[in-house]
C-alpha cells in the first residue's frame, strides 16, 4: 500500500490552473452521451471515478474520443441511444457514478447491474431506490450490487429527506424519461451542477426556491462544453497557504458555483484573505480566479444549511479549525459518516494522532484551535479527501508525518502531488 511522507515547508506560492471539476465532468459525460449530436468537450477532469463514468457509458454504445487526455469528444445518442451494458457496470469508488446513473437506467428498455469497491458497497442506496420506485422503477438491492430492470417511469413530486444533490440529480435524470413533470424538493440548496447543465442543453427545466422541475421525454441538444477548475482541489492549496505566513498563490478559472462556495465564505468569516478576481461565466457555470495568502484565523460555528454548500471540505475545515484561535464547531454534518470512509470517526482519530483536542459528535466535531500539530503516522481509511486533507496537515506540523494508503488520491486528483510539488517552498 503507498504512502506520502511529509515534511513542513516554509510557504507555498506559484499561479496555476487546476484540472476540471468532478462533478461537472460526471454531468458532462452523462449528459453529452444522452445528448443529440457530437459533443467536445475541454478541461475534463482525469480521476478514476470520471473514466468509471465514462466506461460505463462505451460500454453501453456510446463513442467517447480522447479518454485520458483533458478533451473529449462524445458522440451522443440522444435519450433512447443507450443500449444494453455488455458487462455488470463497475463504479469503483464512485458514489456519484452508481447514484446518477441508477437514474438514467431505470429508465432504459433493457436490465443492468451496478457494482462497486468495498467502500461504494458500504454506501447507502436506499436514499435512490426509493424516489425511483416511486417513480415505478424495479430495483433489487439497498447496497450495491443493484439490479435495475428498466421501466417506463411516471413523474412524482417528491421531497428529499436528507440534503444530497446525488439523489436530486438521480431523480432528475429519471426524470428526463418519464411522462409529466418530475417536481424534486430539497431540504437546503445542494450543488445544482445537473440543473444548470441540463438547462445550457435545453432541457425543459424550472427551479423555484428549493424545488426543480422537470418535464421528460425532450432531447437535450449537444453543444460545447469547457469545465472549469475543481473548487475542492483548489481548496487543499488554498488552506495550505493561508496556514503558512508569506504564502501567495493565485488559482485561474476556477469553478465558483455559488452552491459550492462555501468553503471561501467560511474561510473568510474566520478571517482568512482570499479574493476573486476575474469572475464570469462559461456554459451556465461562474468562474474565476481565486487568490490566497498567509492569514491568521478565528474559530467558528459551521452549520445548517450551509453544510451541504461545503459538505466535501469539511475535513480541510477541521484541519484550518485546529489553526484557528478559539474553538470550531461543526455540525449538522451526519453525512459525512456515509462519504468514502466515516469521515468524522476519520478526522478524530488521525488529528487526536497529530496531537489536537478535538470530541467527537453524531453529527460532527468539536475542535481546539491554537495547536501545534505533531508529526505523526496517519491514516486516509482510503478516502481520498482524508488523504490530501492529511498530507497539508503534515505541511504544518512540526516533525515528519506519514500519510498511509494514498493510493485512493488518483480517484478524484491524479495531479496533487505534482501540484503540490510545484508550490511548495522549502
Ligand atoms: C456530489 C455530491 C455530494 C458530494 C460528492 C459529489 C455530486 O454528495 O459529497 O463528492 O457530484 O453530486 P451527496 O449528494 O451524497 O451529498
Redesign the pocket.
Known amino acids: 500500500m503507498s504512502e506520502i511522507r511529509v515534511k513542513p515547508v516554509k510557504c507555498l506560492r506559484g499561479e496555476l490552473t487546476l484540472p476540471g471539476d468532478k462533478?461537472i465532468s460526471?454531468r458532462t459525460i452523462m449528459l453529452a452521451s444522452l445528448a443529440r449530436g457530437k459533443t467536445s468537450v475541454s478541461g475534463i477532469s482525469k480521476g478514476e471515478d470520471i473514466l468509471k463514468t465514462a466506461h460505463a457509458f462505451q460500454s453501453m454504445g456510446i463513442e467517447i474520443q480522447g479518454l485520458g487526455s483533458d478533451s473529449l469528444t462524445i458522440q451522443g445518442k440522444g435519450l433512447r441511444g443507450l443500449s444494453q451494458p455488455r458487462d455488470i457496470v463497475d463504479c469503483g469508488n464512485s458514489?456519484?457514478t452508481m447514484r446518477l446513473l441508477s437514474g438514467i437506467l431505470a429508465a432504459q428498455n433493457f436490465s443492468s447491474t451496478l457494482t462497486g469497491d468495498e467502500s461504494l458497497r458500504k454506501r447507502p442506496m436506499d436514499r435512490i431506490v426509493e424516489p425511483l420506485e416511486k417513480m415505478g422503477a424495479r430495483i433489487k438491492g439497498k447496497f450495491a450490487p443493484l439490479k435495475i430492470e428498466g421501466k417506463r417511469l411516471k413523474a412524482v413530486s417528491y421531497r428529499i429527506p436528507i440534503?444530497?444533490?446525488?439523489?436530486k440529480?438521480c431523480i432528475l435524470l429519471a426524470g428526463l424519461y418519464a411522462q409529466g413533470k418530475t417536481e424534486v424538493t430539497e431540504l437546503a440548496r445542494?450543488?445544482d451542477h445537473t440543473e444548470r447543465m441540463l438547462k445550457y442543453l435545453e432541457a425543459d427545466i424550472e427551479v423555484r426556491d428549493l424545488t426543480v422541475s422537470i418535464t421528460g421525454e425532450k432531447e437535450l441538444i449537444a453543444k460545447p462544453i469547457n469545465i472549469p477548475g475543481d473548487i475542492s482541489s483548489a481548496s487543499f492549496f488554498v488552506i495550505g497557504a493561508i496556514f503558512l505566513p508569506g504564502s501567495h498563490i493565485r488559482l485561474s478559472g476556477v469553478g465558483l458555483n455559488p452552491t459550492r462556495m462555501g468553503i471561501i465564505d467560511i474561510l473568510k468569516e474566520m478571517g482568512a484573505e482570499i479574493e476573486i478576481e476575474n469572475l464570469r461565466e462559461a456554459n451556465n457555470e461562474p468562474r474565476g480566479d481565486v487568490v490566497a495568502r498567509g492569514s491568521r484565523l478565528k474559530g467558528i460555528t459551521i452549520g445548517g444549511e450551509m453544510i451541504?454548500r461545503v459538505?466535501?471540505e469539511l475535513p480541510l475545515l477541521a484541519l484550518a479549525a485546529t489553526k484557528a484561535e478559539g474553538e470550531t464547531i461543526i455540525k449538522d454534518a451526519q453525512?459525512l459518516r456515509v462519504?468514502e470512509t466515516d469521515r468524522i470517526r476519520a478526522l478524530s482519530i488521525n488529528l487526536s494522532r497529530m496531537g489536537v483536542e478535538v470530541e467527537e459528535r453524531e453529527d460532527g466535531l468539536i475542535i481546539q484551535g491554537s495547536c501545534q500539530l505533531k508529526g505523526a503516522k496517519v491514516d486516509s481509511f482510503g478516502d481520498h479527501r482524508m488523504a490530501m486533507a492529511l498530507v497539508m496537515a503534515g505541511l504544518i506540523a512540526r516533525g515528519k508525518t506519514v500519510v498511509s494508503d494514498t493510493d485512493c488520491i488518483k480517484t478524484s486528483f491524479p495531479e496533487f502531488e505534482a501540484i503540490l510539488k510545484r508550490l511548495k517552498v522549502v
Open positions: 462533478s460526471h458514489g456519484t440534503p444530497s444533490a446525488q439523489v440529480s445542494s450543488r451541504p459538505i466535501d453525512e462519504k
